[in-house]
């Protein structure tokens, strides 16, 4: 394991075996491995699949989180790859939802955060809007909003 003991990296020693035993279906969660075979807590790899029945159904979203030494008290930072199309995404990837911000509460765990950014991409706050190119197609021409969204879901098909 990386170095470094503390609440942070115990929390999420504890979270990596909950996931293990049980996670949803479509989602991965995993520790990064750095490059002498060692597991970082602090920084997890994760896909995010689209919903079915969506316009995101059939594209795996590649997702960092990054934990501080602080967790569980402060939320992650979440990360799709930069230039991400999403209304509550910023150009640099960091997605702007409640539960990650005002909203966070240290129960709050890895898989609730990685629902709730699923249940976002479909269900984008206008209301806070991270990219303006982005809220102005959603509000002002959704079939071209649907349109990229089908694209970009097209970008990230399932490696296996």
Same mark, same amino acid.
């Given at each position: 394991?990386?170095?470094?003991?503390?609440?942070?990296?115990?929390?999420?020693?504890?979270?990596?075996?909950?996931?293990?035993?049980?996670?949803?279906?479509?989602?991965?969660?995993?520790?990064?491995?750095?490059?002498?075979?060692?597991?970082?807590?602090?920084?997890?790899?994760?896909? /995010?699949?689209?919903?079915?029945?969506?316009?995101?159904?059939?594209?795996?979203?590649?997702?960092?989180? %990054?934990?501080?030494?602080?967790?569980?008290?402060?939320?992650?930072?979440?990360?799709?790859?930069?230039?991400?199309?999403?209304?509550?995404?910023?150009?640099?990837?960091?997605?702007?939802?409640?539960?990650?911000?005002?909203?966070?509460?240290?129960?709050?765990?890895?898989?609730?955060?990685?629902?709730?950014?699923?249940?976002?991409?479909? %269900?984008?706050?206008?209301?806070?809007?991270?990219?303006?190119?982005?809220?102005?197609?959603? /509000?002002?021409?959704?079939?071209?909003?649907? %349109?990229? /969204?089908?694209?970009?879901?097209?970008?990230?098909?399932?490696?296996?």
């Amino acid at each position: 394991m990386a170095s470094g003991g503390g609440v942070a990296r115990g929390h999420l020693a504890e979270e990596r075996k909950s996931w293990r035993r049980s996670h949803p279906h479509g989602f991965v969660a995993k520790p990064e491995t750095l490059p002498d075979g060692s597991v970082n807590l602090m920084v997890w790899n994760c896909i /995010v699949p689209g919903k079915e029945g969506t316009d995101w159904e059939g594209g795996y979203f590649p997702l960092v989180l %990054n934990f501080d030494e602080n967790y569980p008290t402060s939320a992650p930072v979440c990360k799709f790859p930069a230039g991400f199309f999403h209304v509550n995404v910023y150009n640099t990837g960091a997605v702007c939802l409640s539960i990650l911000g005002n909203g966070w509460k240290p129960s709050i765990t890895v898989r609730q955060i990685l629902i709730g950014i699923q249940d976002l991409l479909d %269900n984008p706050n206008p209301a806070s809007p991270a990219q303006n190119s982005c809220y102005e197609l959603l /509000v002002k021409n959704l079939p071209e909003y649907k %349109n990229r /969204v089908r694209q970009q879901a097209k970008r990230y098909p399932l490696h296996v």
